[in-house]
């Protein structure tokens, strides 16, 4: 089945403890992002890239970094989270000519 | 810039009865739009896409939208409402040759019996 897979679903962290969101596609996808959702603001681009090595910021990417090794996976790094970054986090992939994107299930992040 | 503006954040109505969810997008070139729908404490499944040929565009589970150059809107639309649409719904755009969404803000439809 085509999809795109995150990882955790849910996560509870404290304030200043590294994590990692794994985003993994098996569509063979060029593009892949990542999105913020927030109440009332809709969902707002973090990072994205293009293909292997080739990423770039979103609108949103203060306190994020991100990496892409491997066409499949584009994980999302906090390098020291803080409240401000408590969200619904997704990711999303495409291919090059299609458009729209498929959207993984989401991530529930707190940060305490 | 790129924007997309959903007046309503929230649309209550009851069941069986027509709803029209409203999207104005801000663009200077040729655009893509997309509706997707977001069921509670799920991601979000695309409902339906313009990107051209007819202004018309029918999607899943009954919605259709039409998209209107000059008054740059892409309202979405039911006849008649199931309980199980109650859901939040986005409108998003892109234009030409660029793979980047920009969401709305989200209506939520809430469908009472």
């Known amino acids: 089945e085509a999809q795109v897979t995150q990882n955790p679903r849910y996560l509870i962290t404290v304030t200043g403890k590294k994590l990692t969101v794994t985003c993994s596609q098996n569509?063979?996808?060029?593009?892949m992002s990542w999105y913020r959702q927030d109440p009332g603001l809709g969902l707002r681009q973090i990072y994205y890239?293009?293909?292997?090595?080739?990423?770039d910021k979103g609108d949103v990417p203060e306190g994020y970094k991100v990496s892409r090794k491997e066409k499949r996976n584009f994980p999302l790094i906090l390098e020291s989270p803080s409240p401000n970054q408590t969200s619904l986090y997704f990711c999303?992939?495409?291919?090059?000519?299609?458009?729209?994107?498929?959207f993984g299930s989401g991530t529930r992040l707190t940060v305490v | 810039a790129q924007s997309v503006t959903q007046l309503d954040s929230q649309v209550p109505v009851f069941e069986e009865a027509p709803v029209e969810l409203r999207c104005n997008y801000s663009?200077?070139?040729?655009?893509?739009l997309f509706w997707y729908v977001q069921y509670p404490n799920q991601g979000l499944q695309l409902l339906l896409k313009?990107?051209?040929?007819?202004?018309l565009v029918k999607g899943i589970n009954g919605f259709e939208a039409e998209f209107n150059k000059s008054q740059t809107s892409f309202h979405l639309r039911k006849p008649s409402v199931h309980i199980s649409d109650t859901a939040e719904y986005f409108c998003?755009?892109?234009?030409?040759?660029?793979?980047?969404?920009?969401f709305g803000t989200g209506t939520r439809l809430l469908v009472s019996p």
């Open positions: 999303a992939s495409s291919s090059q000519g299609a458009v729209g994107y498929t």
């Open positions: 569509m063979n996808h060029e593009y």
């Open positions: 890239s293009m293909n292997v090595e080739v990423t």
């Open positions: 663009s200077s070139v040729s655009v893509y």
């Open positions: 313009y990107l051209s040929g007819s202004t």
């Open positions: 998003a755009v892109t234009y030409t040759g660029f793979q980047k969404l920009v």
